[in-house]
């Protein structure tokens, strides 16, 4: 596609429900990233793909988050058991290439994840 | 670690009026700097970016960047703002050696025409 694909652009979950976020890269992208970015806040970074391998999943905040990228190109972020203080708009990112410095990510316009 | 602040949380101004962001990192290595945009509406998208050579960068839609690394700080600028600059405006940084992006909180600047 032209960009970065998320769905659903919108969720709403009460509290304790399992939601799943997808993210379809752009086609070809090696790297994929998600960021979680919580109200006035700037995104902060969550995990790293490099097609199906997970490489860097230091910024996941609890064992109820989980991602996985299967084939090496759509990802989807579950989280189970849903609290309010998950609310936050999740971003995804592709780069064409493996990681490096220079590599431009470019990112979908986000999940707004709203837990009630 | 590293981290990334951004002074201004808002900045209002009106139209030619000149523009500059301030963004200073924290870090212990060689890093590279990012500035990205958000319109109202629109995803994130990349202004500039800076690795190394000239500390003068120049990005799209005029805007530049500024870097010190004396002060730690990589501002951004535009001499003449225009209303449809009005968005959201944050740094980031990554390691040399690094994959992911450390983003500052952002900066909402309103251009009033």
């Known amino acids: 596609g032209a960009g970065v694909s998320q769905s659903p652009r919108y969720k709403v979950a009460k509290r304790g429900q399992d939601v799943a976020l997808r993210c379809d890269p752009i086609s070809g992208h090696v790297s994929l990233f998600w960021y979680q970015q919580a109200l006035g806040q700037g995104p902060e970074f969550l995990t790293y793909?490099?097609?199906?391998?997970?490489?860097?999943k230091s910024g996941l905040p609890s064992d109820r988050f989980f991602a996985e990228r299967p084939e090496g190109s759509v990802s989807t972020l579950k989280i189970q058991r849903t609290q309010q203080e998950d609310s936050a708009v999740y971003l995804c990112?592709?780069?064409?290439?493996?990681?490096?410095?220079?590599?431009?990510?470019?990112f979908g316009q986000g999940t707004r994840l709203t837990v009630v | 670690a590293q981290s990334v602040s951004q002074h201004n949380h808002h900045v209002i101004l009106s139209e030619a009026a000149s523009l500059e962001l301030g963004c200073n990192y924290s870090y212990g290595g060689t890093v590279n700097l990012f500035w990205y945009v958000q319109y109202p509406g629109q995803h994130l998208q990349l202004l500039l970016k800076?690795?190394?050579?000239?500390?003068l960068v120049k990005g799209i839609k005029g805007f530049e960047a500024e870097f010190i690394k004396s002060k730690f700080s990589f501002n951004l600028r535009k001499p003449s703002v225009q209303w449809s600059d009005t968005a959201e405006y944050f740094c980031a940084v990554k390691g040399a050696a690094g994959n992911k992006l450390t983003f500052g909180g952002g900066t909402r600047v309103l251009v009033k025409p």
């Open positions: 793909f490099q097609n199906e391998a997970q490489l860097d």
């Open positions: 990112a592709s780069t064409r290439q493996r990681v490096t410095p220079w590599a431009e990510a470019f």
């Open positions: 800076y690795f190394s050579g000239d500390p």
